[in-house]
């Protein structure tokens, strides 16, 4: 019986200079492409709760980069197709400009290290992108919480009674037990009712934000 073949790969270091690449490490180029596609992402108003919402198209390039290919021209290709298809921000020049870069890098990146090491550097890139999306994700509807309810006292005058009546919210309030206007703006967009979801779009235009909020399921 011949023995089982496993093969060996030698250790690859990420600190090494690339030198078809400006002698920058991998590490490197690795954060010069997370900086492009979070630079791209930080404009298009993503705010939701998933992963996949989050990284948009560059979670979609990313996969195609590790299953598919790492041709540039078909993963801008790619990527454009899937902006236009998902996402409402308009494509211009100021959009695809980082997206294009962090694309270019990826794909010259790839090309030169070792194909075993692939996966492991697109890895690294996704969750880089994912905390910096996500950690603005956190901070901004935090700061929309709080600006929410400023909005909502000056609007109501800081009568809770008030805006429980104006916005047909009596019995949400008995069975949640709402006491205040933080309670208010604590609201899940499913547990909102149509008069306090035109406060909620009333506040939004007056911010001239387009925010596109994910439902959530109450277990």
């Not at 294009?100 to 690294?124: A, C």
């Amino acid at each position: 019986m011949r023995p089982l073949l496993v093969p060996k790969y030698e250790r690859f270091d990420f600190n090494q200079p690339l030198d078809e690449l400006e002698n920058k490490s991998v590490n490197v180029l690795v954060e010069e492409v997370s900086g492009s596609f979070d630079q791209y992402l930080g404009q298009l108003n993503i705010f939701e709760s998933s992963k996949s919402a989050l990284m948009g198209p560059v979670g979609k390039v990313l996969e195609q980069a590790r299953v598919k290919g790492i041709d540039t021209e078909f993963l801008k290709g790619y990527g454009i197709s899937t902006h236009k298809n998902t996402i409402k921000t308009p494509l211009h020049t100021e959009v695809l400009k980082p997206f294009e870069e962090g694309i270019d890098t990826l794909s010259n990146l790839l090309q030169r290290v070792p194909r075993h090491v692939r996966p492991k550097v697109i890895e690294i890139i996704s969750y880089k992108v994912y905390f910096r999306r996500e950690k603005a994700n956190v901070e901004f509807w935090e700061k929309w919480r709080n600006d929410f309810k400023d909005f909502l006292e000056k609007k109501y005058q800081s009568n809770i009674s008030e805006l429980i009546k104006a916005c047909n919210l009596e019995e949400i309030s008995t069975k949640r037990e709402i006491k205040d206007f933080q309670d208010i703006v604590g609201l899940r967009k499913q547990n909102r009712t149509r008069e306090l979801q035109d406060v909620v779009d009333e506040f939004n235009k007056s911010r001239k934000e387009i925010i596109l909020e994910e439902e959530e399921v109450e277990e």
